[in-house]
């Protein structure tokens, strides 16, 4: 069993930048995502085990940025926030480095972190 634990979410105004940090129990691929509600979970970003691959969703490319810096933490940078990026946000470990876009890629889920951007 894969303990996650993201943290950094808050109340923002549009337009401000947000730091989310995801710390794993163990080294897995991880990714995040996020739901607003009544739709969807959304893939945003994701990174492969090792670091080296990191793939972003077209809905936020150009905004929010993935990093890991260390072997178990690792961050979605948020820049630019909008009232539409207002959701909770998720990160989730998988156990391979395929089909990270996708949700059932993932074996384990955080309890997640509100977002809001509000002015």
């Known amino acids: 069993q894969v303990h996650l634990e993201e943290s950094g979410g808050g109340l923002v105004q549009p337009g401000d930048s947000l730091r989310l940090s995801c710390v794993a129990s163990e080294r897995y691929a991880v990714g995040w995502f996020r739901q607003a509600p009544g739709k969807e979970r959304e893939f945003l970003a994701a990174?492969?085990?090792?670091?080296?691959?990191k793939y972003h969703g077209n809905s936020v490319k150009g905004r929010f940025t993935i990093s890991r810096d260390t072997a178990r933490t690792v961050y979605l940078h948020m820049n630019s926030l909008k009232p539409e990026d207002t959701a909770i946000y998720y990160c989730?470990?998988?156990?391979?480095?395929?089909?990270?876009?996708?949700?059932?890629?993932?074996?384990?889920w955080g309890q997640g972190t509100q977002v809001t951007v509000s002015s």
């Open positions: 989730a470990a998988a156990p391979s480095n395929r089909n990270l876009d996708t949700t059932w890629a993932y074996e384990y």
């Open positions: 990174i492969t085990y090792s670091g080296a691959n």
